[in-house]
T-cell receptor, first 115, second 110 residues
Framework: DVKVTQSSRYLVKRTGEKVFLECVQD?????MFWYRQDPGLGLRLIYF???????EKGDIPEGYSVSREKKERFSLILESASTNQTSMYLC??????????????FGPGTRLTVL | GQQVMQIPQYQHVQEGEDFTTYCNSS?????IQWYKQRPGGHPVFLIQ?????EVKKQKRLTFQFGEAKKNSSLHITATQTTDVGTYFC??????????FGSGTRLLVRP
């Protein structure tokens, strides 16, 4: 079974703090994704990566950056957290090939609250 | 940008009734995927449709991809309480990103 893990289930941070969300997958997948999920808005893609050190902006990259130094790990960084970044953050990975053409396996999510 | 609209936002049914959720895209999709997210859980892949007019079944679930590859539907026959959750469609756009619909939350009265 594919396993995608995220470093925290719940996180509370203060406005202006730097926040790191970590995601690790154990299936040697090339493609990894970060989404945020908000009520009524579904899942919105923040960034994705199709290889180590490669990254592509999704639909809402503003205020976020990412890092992919190793194949199995994809980190989402909030340089200066703001209250409008309070959300559920979901990481996903998928097998090789065009990023949108195969099943995505999701981690359990991190519910981030920014005070 | 490309959007995938999903309706209804909520559906509350009596156990045993049928349920359908619909997705519509502003542009032609290369494929469409469906995911289910149980309350408190994360999205789990259900199925992928690729061909125009394709219909696939998984027990009580029937998935359709429209002839123009711009719309899709998921139909559940005789709902059960285990069907509770939010169902998302996701279409692949021209830049190979998955665009998720806003989801339909299904509630089932026992």
């Amino acid at each position: 079974d594919v396993k995608v893990t995220q470093s925290s289930r719940y996180l509370v941070k203060r406005t202006g703090e730097k926040v790191f969300l970590e995601c690790v997958q154990d299936m040697d997948h090339e493609n990894m994704f970060w989404y945020r999920q908000d009520p009524g808005l579904g899942l919105r893609l923040i960034y994705f990566s199709y290889d180590v050190k490669m990254k592509e902006k999704g639909d809402i990259p503003e205020g976020y950056s990412v890092s992919r130094e190793k194949k199995e790990r994809f980190s989402l960084i909030l340089e200066s957290a703001s209250t409008n970044q309070t959300s559920m953050y979901l990481c996903a990975s998928s097998p090789p090939g065009l990023a949108g053409t195969d099943t995505q396996y999701f981690g359990p999510g991190t519910r981030l609250t920014v005070l | 940008g490309q959007q995938v609209m999903q309706i209804p936002q909520y559906q509350h049914v009596q156990e045993g009734e049928d349920f359908t959720t619909y997705c519509n895209s502003s542009t032609t999709l290369s494929n469409i995927q469906w995911y289910k997210q149980r309350p408190g859980g994360h999205p789990v892949f259900l199925i992928q449709l690729v061909k125009s007019g394709e219909v696939k079944k998984q027990k009580r679930l029937t998935f359709q991809f429209g002839e123009a590859k711009k719309n899709s539907s998921l139909h559940i026959t005789a709902t059960q309480t285990t069907d509770v959750g939010t169902y998302f469609c996701a279409g692949m756009d021209s830049s190979y990103k998955l665009i998720f619909g806003s989801g339909t939350r299904l509630l089932v009265r026992p």
